[in-house]
């Protein structure tokens, strides 16, 4: 009896160890290398496995922003809810083996901006983003553009393929006026003639506009 004790006693605190050990554990000894595993890299990290905060967070050399972090677990996977304080919020809920990615209630405003076009606002309302091994499986939300470019503020509608992700864009009696794609390392800006107030005709590229923009000119 004494024996059975003696080994009950043993795993619980051999377990309690662990959990401390866990629970104290610098949260960037945990989640630098999964994360650099799918390109994204930050310049330093502060908290657990609780709440935290991400300083200069990258994806694939792309400067996002700082992130702060506060996690909750579930039998199904770690649920994440991040903000920047400034453009987003979001709630990512993690596979434990990390394959399955559920990115939702998600909100997004923030002005862009290069020396040859006016500010384009950009906000997005995401309601679910589904990736599997980082490539997406699916993607259900609405943005919505303005800028004194456009005649009026345009709706979109969000779509992916693995790695891409699209806008299309319509107005208010939902004529089809555009599309912005992006890879993360461009942005692709098409916008038909008709979208246009006539008084910035000379950003006309073809009859609309057509362009290529590096994403890091557009965060800068």
């Known amino acids: 009896m ?12 051999l377990l309690v160890i662990f ?3 866990i629970f104290f554990t610098p949260i960037n000894l945990i989640v630098k290398a999964p994360l650099q595993s799918y390109g994204i890299s930050y310049e330093n990290a502060k908290g657990n496995i609780f709440s935290g905060d991400f300083r200069n967070v990258k994806l694939a050399n792309l400067l996002i922003s700082n992130i702060n972090y506060r996690n909750s677990y579930s039998h199904v996977g770690l649920k994440t809810n991040i903000t920047d304080g400034f453009y987003f919020t979001s709630t990512i809920l993690t596979s434990f ?28 309302e995401l309601e679910e983003l589904i990736l599997k091994d980082f490539k997406c499986m699916g ?5 919505y553009i303005k800028s004194r470019i ?5 709706i979109g509608e969000l779509s992916c393929t693995d790695d891409s992700y699209k806008i299309i864009l319509f ?4 004529n089809q006026l555009g599309l912005i794609t992006t890879d993360f390392n461009y942005i692709y800006l098409n916008i038909k003639e008709s979208a246009l107030n006539e008084n910035l005709s000379i950003l006309n590229i073809n009859g609309g506009i057509n362009l290529k923009i590096p994403v890091k000119d557009l965060l800068e």
Do not use: C, W
């Not at 399955?100 to 500010?119: A, E, G, Q, W």
């Not at 456009?150 to 345009?154: I, M, P, V, Y």
């Open 2 to 13: 004494k024996l059975l004790l003696k080994i009950l006693f043993s795993i619980f605190a």
């Open 19 to 21: 959990l401390v050990v």
């Open 97 to 124: 083996d990390l394959r399955k990615i559920t990115v939702s209630n998600t909100k997004y405003s923030r002005d862009f901006k290069l020396s040859f076009i006016p500010v384009i606002n950009i906000e997005t």
């Open 139 to 143: 993607i259900n939300g609405d943005a």
């Open 150 to 154: 456009f005649k009026e503020r345009l």
């Open 171 to 174: 107005d208010r009696k939902y």
